[in-house]
């Protein structure tokens, strides 16, 4: 399959697997979880949403690797990197600020992503060069009241004096700052203007791989570490405004 039409295949694959994990999250009674370390949880839905997409791509993109949070895999230059529900803990107490993320990494740099924001029915996806695509419409990044200076920060256990320094560092350079324990929600959010940006000192691959592409696409300045690979990274995107701020530009 040619790079200019991985997009639609992969819109509908994430939408298959959003629907799966919205069903269980509006019935949560109906499903076990465990806790993987200290506050971090996967449930039998995680593992679920990840095969269902690890056995669609084997359908559209046959051949091609494959890596997720779940059931690991392998990091290649040319692979997926999937996170069936990002914002495991959001999930399953019913807070709706979670994501199914799926993204592809070209020659180690992300090439096309896509979130689905199931419970706040919004779905972003973008391929480098091809644009921003907002529930399957082609769209740009929109801001309203910009002169509310909004950005979040993604809080990483156990490093949590490095994501308190971040936090001090943003208040005092004039953004309100949220922590919604999911990156893909809050890149996702970023893209489509809703916040000013997203900054976490440790993030996962998998965390950050099918935002990246949105947030590229949307225009926003985008610093990252290594994709490929499995040990902590980071990530930081906003507007020019923002990364200036923290002498990110």
């Not at 939408?15 to 269980?24: E, F, G, K, M």
């Not at 040319?78 to 495991?88: M, N, R, V």
């Amino acid at each position: 399959m040619t790079a200019s039409s991985r997009l639609p295949a992969l819109q509908r694959i994430a939408r298959a697997a959003a629907q799966l994990a919205l069903d269980a999250y509006q019935a949560r009674d109906g499903f076990s979880a465990r806790a993987k370390q200290a506050q971090d949880f996967v449930s039998e839905i995680d593992e679920r949403v990840e095969q269902l997409i690890r056995d669609q791509l084997a359908l559209e993109f046959p051949g091609e690797a494959v890596f997720g949070e779940e059931q690991g895999g392998e990091l290649s230059e040319s692979c997926w990197i999937i996170d069936p529900i990002d914002g495991t803990t959001n999930f399953l107490r019913g807070v709706p600020l979670w994501a199914v993320s799926i993204g592809h990494v070209a020659h180690g740099q992300p090439e096309a992503g896509v979130v689905v924001l199931p419970a706040l029915g919004l779905s972003i996806a973008a391929q480098r060069g091809q644009g921003l695509y907002v529930n399957g419409e082609r769209s740009t990044r929109q801001v309203r009241f910009d002169e509310v200076k909004l950005a979040s920060l993604g809080d990483s256990h156990p490093q949590a004096e490095d994501v308190m320094r971040a936090y001090r560092q943003m208040r005092e350079a004039g953004w309100v700052v949220e922590i919604y324990r999911s990156t893909a929600t809050a890149m996702a959010l970023a893209a489509i203007g809703r916040l000013d940006g997203h900054v976490q000192p440790q993030v996962k691959a998998w965390d950050m791989a099918g935002a990246l592409p949105l947030c590229l696409e949307a225009g926003l300045t985008v610093r990252h570490g290594p994709l490929l690979t499995r040990d902590d990274s980071h990530v930081a995107v906003g507007t020019a405004e923002l990364m200036a701020s923290l002498g990110l530009n």
